[in-house]
């Protein structure tokens, strides 16, 4: 059964990954009651997933860096829910929020799809932290079993300690797949190549932003040499293309890129697996604060992120966001932009008065617009080129849940006029499955109109919610 919530708080933060983490505890430390509100059943995100307990892992932090840091969070979380400072409802997954005079109040359905039941939750502030998700472009043969998302692949290492397969391509675009690829090499997959669209070459225009980001290049260096030890080729501006096989995966094929992300012709070359793990970098989740009426804006990888302030408040009063939410950066900025939020909410609740943090406010300022450009120059060089719509056959699924081909969404566009994705939904379906387009969303309207892209997907409901939460949502008694 989920765990009980307050009735009310003086701060709600909706996301217990490394930034929410990093906001509630932070908060509670400054004096603030908080409830923390996730649909996992542990603290940690996608990012700081650990196997379940009944697997027996004696080292998880074998699959992680900065290990420590989480350890020391989830201390802080234990020790502010035994004062009862901190409320932390796992498997409640936020629907919608709304304003109810100075409070907000968020919705929120418990258990598998929502079914055990839905609660509310008022709160004065409101800080956003809910991640992001996978990028998925299509190609011929992606809906064929064993192929799998790169971050994926290492969900089920880190969560479940199981292997997508034995002998696995790692295929996309991002630093991401460096550390998916060493990760499944380390735990004794056979990872014949590293295949990424676009290079590394360009970080090299960037000298000062390199310069300013020292761990960030330390990284690349230490996952390059670990790539190297365990035999893995790099591949760069290429791409799979076609996937090979019957009931699942046999081989890809891999072509050379053009600088558009175009195949050349004739470079095609075929590479015996298993499985491929795939993906093209990550998309903040932005379903509930659209739904609050956030405004977004335009980020250097093609997708939306939202807008905010050196305070981390988005443009409604009340409501602040941290982590992937503002646009990809990694861990560190999250937990950084997290007690960012958290101090800048404190200060709110005591009339503008920071106490004894100005120090420590303007250090993380200072270090989150260090590594924000660093994040931006990472989203240019990954951001898929106009030319990756050249991969797709007619018959290619790019709406995976609702069955919806390039060709048919090509059709829409030419010759029925749709001019945006909206249009090319209602013409095809394309993005009404369960996903809601999470999935699709982004190739749809790279297909729909490249001047589209990067606009969000705006929706009443942040997650599916079954038709009787909604009807005792709308009673006028339970209002």
Not at 102 to 110: K, P
Request: charged residues 20%; contains cysteine.
């Amino acid at each position: 059964m989920p765990l009980p919530v307050p009735e009310r708080a003086g701060l709600a933060v909706v996301g217990a990954g490394p930034a929410g983490l990093a906001a509630a505890v932070t908060a509670a430390d400054g004096g603030l009651d908080v409830v923390l509100i996730d649909a996992a059943d542990a603290p940690g995100g996608q990012f700081y997933r650990a196997p379940a307990p009944g697997l027996g892992a004696t080292r998880p932090e074998a699959l992680h860096h900065g290990w420590a840091a989480f350890t020391s969070l989830t201390a802080r979380l234990a020790r502010h829910r035994e004062s009862g400072r901190l409320c932390h409802a796992t498997g409640h997954q936020v629907w919608a929020a709304r304003r109810t005079g100075e409070d907000w109040t968020l919705h929120a359905v418990t258990g598998p799809d929502g079914r055990d039941g839905d609660v509310a939750v008022r709160a004065r502030r409101l800080v956003i932290a809910t991640g992001a998700h996978e990028r998925q472009l299509p190609f011929p043969g992606w809906t064929l079993p064993g192929v799998v998302g790169a971050a994926g692949a290492q969900a089920m290492l880190k969560s479940g300690l199981v292997l997508p397969g034995r002998r696995v391509v790692v295929a996309g675009s991002g630093p991401l797949l460096q550390a998916v690829a060493l990760s499944l090499a380390r735990a004794g997959a056979q990872v014949p190549a590293l295949v990424e669209a676009a290079g590394y070459g360009a970080y090299a225009r960037a000298p000062l932003v390199l310069a300013a980001n020292p761990d960030r290049l330390a990284e690349g260096v230490r996952h390059r040499a670990g790539l190297a030890r365990h035999g893995v080729r790099m591949l760069t501006h290429r791409a799979v293309t076609a996937v090979h096989g019957t009931e699942r995966v046999e081989g890809v094929t891999v072509s050379r890129l053009d600088r558009a992300w175009r195949p050349v012709p004739g470079t095609g070359r075929r590479i015996d697996c298993d499985t491929l793990a795939v993906g093209h970098g990550l998309v903040p989740q932005l379903d509930l604060a659209l739904g609050l009426g956030c405004a977004t804006r335009p980020g250097t990888d093609g997708s939306a992120a939202l807008e905010l302030d050196e305070e981390l408040r988005t443009t409604v009063p009340g409501v602040w966001a941290a982590g992937e939410t503002g646009g990809i950066g990694g861990v560190h900025l999250a937990l950084a932009e997290g007690e960012l939020a958290a101090l800048s909410v404190i200060a709110d609740a005591r009339d503008g008065r920071p106490g004894r943090s100005g120090a420590r406010v303007a250090a993380l300022r200072r270090g989150r617009r260090r590594m924000r450009r660093f994040a931006g120059l990472m989203g240019a060089v990954h951001r898929p080129g106009p030319g990756w719509t050249g991969w797709l056959a007619p018959d290619t699924e790019v709406c995976r849940c609702e069955e919806v081909t390039a060709g048919a969404v090509r059709t829409a566009v030419d010759e029925l006029g749709a001019g945006d994705s909206r249009t090319a939904k209602l013409l095809t379906r394309a993005g009404m499955g369960w996903c809601q387009g999470r999935t699709c969303g982004f190739a749809v309207r790279e297909l729909a109109g490249r001047a589209e892209a990067g606009a969000p997907d705006r929706r009443p409901l942040a997650c599916p919610v079954p038709l009787s939460t909604l009807a005792r949502a709308a009673r006028p008694e339970d209002e």
